[in-house]
């Protein structure tokens, strides 16, 4: 059965235990794959929301034991890094309603810290995943070694507690905060778009001291982008891969995967798009995308663990750094402009 439980107590569904790392095949399908190119080179980060309003998993993790629970059986699932939010990111709209609720930096705090001390405590490889300096810093101190920043760098006070704590940067591709609706859904060539989008923020973030090599891209799925255009922007995963800088995709359970694969009536709620969310991790393994970020750790895992053993993914991938083409030159450190939006209140 997909969804109920979290996914990391699969084992309870009489499921065959999930052979855990190392990754590396027994045999070599693929004539031309040496052994290291048989090493799956796509992490896995499991999503672990200490909110009461997230879109697929909200309020199941809200005490601090049952969160921690819910962080150690991800790893023991086969997570490599548990990524820890605090505010739910959830875009208001259609699909959501009401979508996020506000939280102050203080209660989200409150929320992430004593999960990620313990986590860390534990030996785990942690991110925080917020858009508030003051929680990034608390996260750093707690010993969190990535900041995952759904707004794309918005706060400059974010970036430049990054650049002094000297942590992994993801910067994930966003317009206001997340509503899939128009003006933020408006693009010229969204795959195009989103690429110069994100290298702006790269260069906004390089201009206050978060080094280059520490930046991660990702296209954002389901944020400020219609079902189609995450779809998009999934098969082109390449592109961003293209860059040179490391990239995560987010595409777990999101509503574009149950929307892009219903033809009529209602599509399938968040637990039930366990198909749809392996075949996206599957999708960006191959185009080199090096880590994703998902809710169903050990059937992912396996999934990308078959990628690896055949020699395929981001150790084959093959594409040169076109990191600030001339075609960027436009968009260096510059916010981008969406016509008729309001400055988004990240805080
Ligand atoms: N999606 C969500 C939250 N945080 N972070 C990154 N980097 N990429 C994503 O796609 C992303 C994210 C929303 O999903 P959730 O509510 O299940 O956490």
Redesign the pocket.
């Given at each position: 059965m997909i969804g109920g439980a979290p996914r990391s107590e699969d084992a309870a569904d009489g499921a065959p235990p999930v052979v855990e790392a190392p990754l590396v095949a027994s045999v070599s399908p693929n004539p031309s794959a040496s052994t290291a190119q048989c090493q799956a080179q796509c992490a896995v980060?499991g999503?672990l929301?200490v909110?009461p309003d997230?879109?697929?998993?909200?309020g199941r993790y809200l005490d601090v034991d049952a969160a921690v629970a819910h962080g150690l059986a991800l790893a023991a699932a086969g997570a490599d890094v548990i990524?820890v939010?605090g505010e739910?990111?959830?875009p208001r709209g259609a699909t959501y309603g009401e979508g996020y609720q506000d939280v102050s930096a203080e209660e989200e705090r409150a929320r992430v810290v004593p999960v990620i001390e313990r986590l860390v405590a534990a030996g785990l490889v942690v991110s925080v995943?917020t858009v508030k300096a003051e929680v990034a810093e608390a996260a750093i101190a707690a010993g969190a070694r990535h900041v995952?920043?759904?707004s794309m760098g918005r706060s400059e006070r974010l970036l430049e507690v990054c650049a002094r704590g000297g942590v992994e940067l993801?910067l994930?591709h966003n317009r206001g905060r997340g509503e899939v609706r128009e003006p933020f859904t408006v693009y010229g060539d969204v795959i195009a778009d989103v690429r110069a989008e994100l290298l702006a923020a790269v260069d906004r973030a390089c201009a206050l001291g978060v080094a280059r090599e520490r930046i991660?891209l990702?296209?954002?799925?389901?944020?400020a982008k219609t079902a189609a255009q995450s779809g998009a922007l999934l098969a082109a995963t390449a592109t961003l891969v293209a860059t040179g800088l490391p990239v995560?995709?987010?595409?777990?359970?999101?509503s574009f995967l149950a929307a892009l694969t219903t033809a009529e009536g209602p599509v399938a709620p968040?637990t039930e798009r366990l198909g749809g969310s392996i075949a996206a991790a599957v999708i960006a393994a191959l185009a080199g995308a090096r880590a994703v970020?998902v809710?169903d750790v050990a059937p992912t895992r396996q999934a990308l663990a078959l990628v690896g053993a055949l020699g395929l993914g981001a150790a084959l991938s093959s594409s040169k750094p076109d990191l600030h083409t001339r075609s960027d030159e436009g968009m260096r450190g510059r916010r981008p402009e969406v016509e008729g939006a309001k400055e988004a209140p990240w805080r």
């Open positions: 980060w999503v929301n909110t997230s879109f697929s998993d909200g990524d939010g739910s990111t959830r995943d995952n920043d759904v993801v994930m991660w990702d296209p954002g799925l389901g944020f995560l995709v987010g595409a777990s359970r999101k968040p970020r809710h």
